[in-house]
């Protein structure tokens, strides 16, 4: 247990603390920025919600856009799961670059493809008034953020469904085609049964992070769509009405909860071999008309199929292709897709650019900080998950993990509220907590699986040759980790420096990263400047993932 306290620390300060800050002002009766704190809780927030129809029904397009999302990104996300699964041991590490490229590439990067995957002078335009219909105006609407945010949060979901689907048992399927059934009934009756439990965990993640994201709405949507986050965001950094937005966050995290709940229960009745429900659909239907529906199943399911793992791949690598192209266009609109001609001006203008150098500096401070800090925590904690033999060991993990599955908005302002009250705390100290906290679960689950991997034997052999403890560490256990570290730390780096939502709750004048200037200049001038620097980090995030290939292969890194 004493191995996981300083993870459980940190958690405490950086993550815990935060949400009761957030928790504390959702109850104050005064919505003045400079009001007294009051420790007597008071409905006045929720009261206020409650009776604007403008939160209300922002609250509830959000929720709702969440959920279309979800169902979007479940049905792009299983063919590409699929094939991820079938494919020989040699390509798979390449297929699986296809998908962590864009999951491992800024939310703001991706977004700027899709304003340009949907600008009126873009490739989509163009192919509808080919086709013959009137040139739509995709941009700056629902559609224009739904189709970002499933781009965005897919990968989630891909990664998911892989994870059960690789380790199902193969002859399954090939017992049901040996029966008669073909490849739709296959799937129906087969691979989506013993895909559920992947399904469950990837829906919640993808609705979770859809429900609360801000970052897409607001460059996609043109501050023409308003999700509750976008609305967080002003009432707490414009407004200074921190204790409505406080109360907005603590609705926002009801709500996901409740979701994950219906969720769960929701997949729960599709498995009714789990609960010893019988499953009552088959009878439901006649067998003239049951083997009609299979006939017709059958004829155009794997031609669907085909279709969404195009859609897939296209909405995946498309948007980040037009990036690079629109960064050496010659036009100084970043949302401008036609292409006026070569040039490599916005790069040279990067560079000659001090506030740019001086931002990419900060972050690249910024994540190895944090990476350096989430390893000496995660990796005790790891040993003390995998060997501990303390009573709540399982509860402990969870705890862990519990930021993943939690509002990541809801940190943020809770963070920057605590910076106020706590003006000695360095604003660096506080970006670097709430850095770690979203970072460091996923050092986590990498470390355990590798600690849970290790050669005992070999510890034993060295301590029996009279070595001490901490020389086993360093000489025996340590260069058997080695690997796992250094994936951890690339994709932790990663992370970190790609880190918008939270991030810019925290920043200011004299603390600003990258990422966080782009999304600004991306808000308000859209300079081409913007997809200059976003070609730059897909590149850097093509050769961090190169260099966890040499080490793990990719296909491995999502295992461990």
Do not use: C
Not at 81 to 96: E, Q
Not at 183 to 189: D, S
Not at 454 to 466: C, N, V
């Amino acid at each position: 247990m004493i191995l996981a306290l300083p993870y459980v620390l940190w958690l405490l300060a950086a993550f815990a603390a935060p949400l009761a800050a957030v928790a504390l002002m959702s109850v104050q009766e005064s919505s003045e920025p400079f009001a007294p704190l009051s420790f007597i809780p008071s409905l006045a927030q929720y009261q206020e919600i409650a009776g604007d129809s403008f939160l209300i029904r922002t609250i509830l397009d959000t929720m709702a856009m969440g959920g279309l999302v979800t169902v979007l990104s479940a049905f792009l996300a299983y063919p590409v799961a699929l094939w991820l699964s079938r494919l020989s041991p040699r390509w798979r590490p390449w297929g699986f670059a296809l998908v962590l490229v864009p999951l491992l590439t800024n939310v703001v990067v991706r977004s700027l493809g899709i304003i340009l995957l949907l600008s009126p002078t873009g490739f989509l335009a163009h192919a509808i008034e080919a086709l013959g219909f009137p040139r739509p105006n995709l941009l700056f609407g629902w559609f224009a953020v739904g189709l970002s945010l499933a781009q965005v949060f897919m990968p989630y979901l891909v990664l998911a469904l892989y994870d059960v689907l690789e380790g199902a048992d193969r002859r399954l399927p090939e017992a049901a085609a040996g029966l008669g059934a073909g490849p739709a009934m296959r799937f129906l009756r087969v691979t989506l049964p013993l895909s559920l439990g992947g399904l469950r965990a990837g829906l919640t993640v993808v609705f979770l992070l859809a429900s609360t994201a801000y970052v897409s709405a607001t460059l996609v949507g043109g501050r023409k769509v308003w999700v509750t986050g976008m609305v967080i965001y002003k009432e707490g950094l414009e407004i200074l009405n921190y204790p409505l937005s406080s109360a907005l966050s603590m609705a926002m995290l009801a709500g996901s909860i409740i979701v994950t709940i219906l969720i769960a229960r929701f997949i729960g009745r599709l498995m009714p071999w789990a609960s010893g429900r019988p499953r009552p659909l088959g009878a439901l239907l006649p067998p003239g008309l049951r083997h009609g529906l299979v006939t017709m199943v059958e004829a155009v399911g794997p031609w669907i199929g085909r279709v969404l793992f195009a859609l897939s791949i296209a909405l995946l690598l498309f948007p980040l292709l037009l990036v690079v192209v629109a960064s050496v266009n010659d036009t100084p609109q970043a949302s401008v897709a036609a292409f006026y001609g070569f040039t490599w001006k916005w790069y040279a203008m990067i560079l000659q650019n001090e506030r740019y150098l001086g931002d990419f500096w900060t972050s690249i401070k910024l994540a190895a900080a944090t990476i350096l800090v989430a390893l000496a925590i995660a990796l005790p904690a790891a040993f003390a998950l995998v060997r501990g033999r303390f009573k709540g060991r399982e509860a402990v993990g969870a705890f862990m993990m519990l930021p993943l599955a939690l509002p990541g908005i809801a940190i943020g302002l809770g963070m920057l509220r605590l910076l106020q009250w706590f003006a000695e705390i360095p604003a660096f100290l506080g970006v670097l907590g709430v850095h770690v906290v979203l970072v460091a679960p996923f050092v986590l689950a990498m470390l355990r699986a590798s600690v849970a991997t290790l050669d005992r034997s070999l510890e034993e052999a060295a301590g029996g040759l009279g070595a001490t403890p901490l020389r086993v560490f360093f000489r025996v256990v340590l260069p058997q980790l080695a690997p796992a570290i250094v994936v951890a730390g690339m994709l932790g780096l990663l992370i970190s420096f790609g880190e918008v939502t939270v991030t810019a709750f925290l920043t200011n004048a004299r603390l600003q990263t990258l990422p966080v200037r782009i999304y600004a200049e991306a808000t308000f001038s859209l300079e081409n400047t913007v997809n200059a620097i976003s070609t730059l980090i897909i590149l850097l995030t093509i050769a961090m993932l190169m260099v966890v290939n040499r080490f793990v292969r990719l296909d491995r890194v999502w295992k461990r």
